[in-house]
């Protein structure tokens, strides 16, 4: 089943006298459950896709279908709403409350969801909150600030922060481009599990020893998909 559908997505921005085309007619389907790398170098038009896929940004022309509904056609509100239910995000420089323990950090999502969603009260929050932090190993650590973890720790609270409102889509950005060998082979290993469990999962990245892990892998060139392969 189609998760997500780019069709004929066209994104340019103006620098100066310059018009840089930065996607140029892109059409991809990504299933559900699928686990999947868009990897391609600096320029390529592989972060601006993922801006567009986690509802970021919107093209300039074409249409953007998010688990059947046109996002092309909502407005800001009800795409933050809509991002917020369907896509966690995790990133290579965490982007972590650092005055906030991780507990206070994955509770995070859910208190803005609490906003639409009045069945999020802070018992269900916090409950929530625990057993996602549980799933990915950090049950000690719940309560420490992110200068108190290990570069694998934050990351690992940063990617319960993106579970803990059960998202359809795990989108994560260069998601081992701050931690060692050893760590990323970690990191990498729960996206694998997490996706064994049903979740989408789509890694950006310029490391092709990271996109080799993915079961299906688009290489961008020039704001296209030049091509696709799976493994």
Known sequence: MALIELKNIHKHFRMGDEDIHALNDVSVV???G???SIVGTSGSGKSTLMNIIGLLDLPGEGQ???DGINTTEMSDD???EYRNQKIGFVFQSFNLLPKSSA???VEMPMQYASSYNKK???EL???MALETLDKVGLSPRVHHLPNELSGGQRQRVAIARALVNNPKILLADEPTGALDSKTSEEILNLFA???KQGVTVIIVTHDNKVANRCRRILRMTDGKIAEESRS
């Open 125 to 127: 929050i916090r409950k």
């Open 103 to 105: 507990l206070k950090n």
């Open 30 to 32: 990504i299933n559900q």
């Open 64 to 66: 953007y279908f998010l």
């Open 78 to 80: 009800e795409l933050s």
């Open 193 to 195: 599990e997490l996706n």
């Open 120 to 122: 999020l009260t802070d």
């Open 34 to 36: 699928d686990f999947t």
